[in-house]
């Protein structure tokens, strides 16, 4: 079998406390997850559920008061965890492309598009300026910009919210990376241009043969956009699958919860389904399931202990409710 274009094992992050006593507690509970060459993947979760540290985690671009306290992270071969800090910018630059929510996040306000596109792919290839500008406006016709050439001389200012974000995709790929990590690439847009957007970016990334990481809150928007879901919770994967098989059969009470909620699963006029209560936060965990709190099928065991990820590399959850039926099977 071929190896993973990254491997996360055994992750754990914490923040440093700003008080002597107060303990670190790990917001980043054991990640382990694999994503492979051209492959789409999505981590789905909701807010503060731990993605956004997962991503920032895997490249070393987080808060200064953020310790990856144990585990590994391995990119084409290469564990990022022990790189010097230039080694991991030029991985950062080259080999893994980023997407933030924020288009200006990616982009240089003081640059025009030309100067940046450029300065990105010059970065990377021993070509001509001349050569270079063709790259950049193919890049740019690739994410539908219209008139490319009069686009190149413009500011992001001068671009809508839509076209910044399509820029930025331009920009990820201009660099011609192995990966591409988006966080939340479209939930500044506006609802019709969120499919349009999130669609390019997929469909770019297959045809560019490029893996992507794809991170969203919103279930409903990678159900076609990706070939893989890693369900999130409270700093663990507690289910992953290929996206259609997931969906279809969810095994986690968190994520049958999740696809209840989709607004396509309840009928017009029906109040739409949430699930009960709020995610624990890092210092409310405890040795046990951190989704009892708020699963209708908690028993004894899922306060006694917390549920493992079975090995493997098929559709799998961590929910003690599964290990009973499953020895009940047996
Ligand atoms: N600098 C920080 N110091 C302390 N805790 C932090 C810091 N940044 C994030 N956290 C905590 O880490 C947890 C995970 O945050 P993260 O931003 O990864 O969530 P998320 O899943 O991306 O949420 P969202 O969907 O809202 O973007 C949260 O509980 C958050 O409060
Ligand atoms: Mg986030």
């Excluded at 992050?13 to 006593?21: K, L």
């Excluded at 590994?72 to 997407?99: A, C, D, S, W, Y």
């Excluded at 306060?303 to 559709?315: D, E, I, K, S, V």
Aim: hydrophobic share 40%; with cysteine; proline share 6%.
């Amino acid at each position: 079998m071929t190896s993973p274009l990254l491997k996360v094992t055994d992750l754990h992050v914490n923040f440093i406390s700003r008080w002597p006593n107060e303990p670190n507690i790990d917001v980043l509970r054991g990640v382990c997850f694999e994503l492979y060459r051209g492959e789409r993947v999505a981590l789905v979760g909701e807010s503060g559920a731990g993605k956004s540290l997962l991503a920032t985690s895997i490249i070393q671009l987080f808060d200064s008061s953020a310790r990856i306290r144990q585990g590994q992270v391995t990119f084409e071969g290469q564990q990022l965890t022990q790189l010097k800090p230039k080694q991991l910018r030029q991985i950062r630059g080259r080999r893994i492309g980023m997407v933030f929510q924020d288009p200006m996040t990616n982009l240089n306000p003081s640059l025009t598009l030309e100067q940046q596109l450029l300065e990105c792919i010059l970065s990377h290839r021993s070509i001509s300026r001349a050569e270079a500008r063709l790259v950049a406006l193919h890049k740019l016709r690739q994410v539908h910009i219209p008139a490319p050439e009069a686009r190149l001389q413009q500011y992001p200012h001068q671009l809508s919210a839509g076209q910044r974000q399509r820029a930025t995709i331009a920009m990820a790929l201009a660099l011609e990376p192995a990966l591409i990590i988006a966080d939340e690439p479209t939930s500044a847009l506006d609802v019709t241009m969120q499919a349009e957007v999130m669609s390019l970016l997929t469909h770019l990334c297959h045809s560019n043969g490029v893996a992507l990481l794809l991170i969203t809150h919103d279930l409903s928007l990678v159900a076609h956009a990706s070939d893989r879901c890693l369900i999130m919770y409270a700093g663990q994967i507690v289910e992953q699958g290929p996206t259609s098989v997931l969906i279809n059969d969810a095994q986690h009470p968190y994520t049958q919860g999740l696809i209840k909620a989709l607004p396509q699963m309840s009928s017009p006029g029906q109040t739409l389904f949430q699930i009960p209560g709020q995610m624990p936060v890092a210092q409310e965990l405890g040795n046990h399931c951190a989704f009892a709190t708020r699963c209708e099928f908690a028993h004894d065991r899922c306060w006694q202990q917390t549920p493992t990820m079975p090995t493997g590399n098929g559709h799998r959850a961590s929910c003690h409710l599964l290990t009973a039926a499953q020895a009940g099977d047996e």
